[in-house]
C-alpha cells in the first residue's frame, strides 16, 4: 500500500493527493511544500518494491526466452509478453498519480518506448537466429537487456517525472510533450518513406516487364 496521510487532515489519500495532482477528498487541501518528504517515500517505496521482484522476474525472462529461442522468432514473442506484464505490474499505478496532460504525454512516451524496444527486440531476435550452435542462449541474453532497458528506463522516466509533479505541480516542461511528438513525427517520415520507396519499386519493376 503506497497510500499516506494527508498533511492538512491527516486522512489516508492517495499518491496523487500527496503529488498535487488532486485535492484531498476530505478537506479539499491541496499538499504542499510540507508533503515533499512523505511524496519521496512514495518513490522510494515503489522503487523498493520493484526491487525485490527484479532478480527473479530478470532470471525467468532470460531462462524462457532462452528456451524460447529454439523456435524461430518465438523469443520476441515472450520478452514483449514479458514487457506487457511487467509494464502492467510496475508502471501503471504511477501513470495514475499524475494530472491528465502529464499523463497522457508519459503514457504516450512510454508506449513509443515499448514500440521501440519491441522493434530492437524482433531485429536482434532474427540477426541471431543466423548464430550457429549458440543462437539461443544469444537470443536470451538479447531478450533479457531489451526488457530490462524498457523496465528500467521507463521507471527512471516515471520516478524522475513524480518528483517533478510533488515539487512543481502538473504543468508540463516542454520536452514532456516535444519527445514524444517528435518521435511520432520521424516515424511516420520513416513510414512514409519506406512506402515510398515501395510504390517507386512497384511502379520499376512494373515498367520493366512492360
Ligand atoms: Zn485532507
Known sequence: MLGRRCPSCAERIEPAVLFRSRPCPSCGARPSWAALDQA????????????????????VLGLAAGVAGLVPLLSTFVALAFMLALRHAVLVEPLR??????????????????????LVTFALDALLGMVPVASFALKG????????????A??????????????????LE?????LPTAALGGTLVATGGAVAAFVFL?????GLFR
Do not use: D, I, K, M
Open 40 to 59: 519521496e517515500s512514495v518513490v522510494e517505496a515503489l522503487a523498493a518494491r520493484w526491487g525485490r521482484r527484479r532478480v527473479w522476474a530478470y532470471a
Open 97 to 118: 498519480w499524475f494530472g491528465p496532460a502529464r499523463r497522457f504525454t508519459t503514457s504516450f512516451t512510454l508506449q513509443l518506448w515499448l514500440a521501440t524496444t519491441g
Open 141 to 152: 541474453l538479447a531478450c533479457l537487456a531489451t526488457t530490462a532497458l524498457f523496465v528500467e
Open 154 to 171: 521507463a521507471l527512471w522516466l516515471l520516478r524522475n517525472r513524480v518528483r517533478r509533479e510533488a515539487r512543481e505541480g502538473p504543468e
Open 174 to 178: 516542454a520536452w514532456e510533450w516535444a
Open 202 to 206: 512497384v511502379h520499376v519493376v512494373t
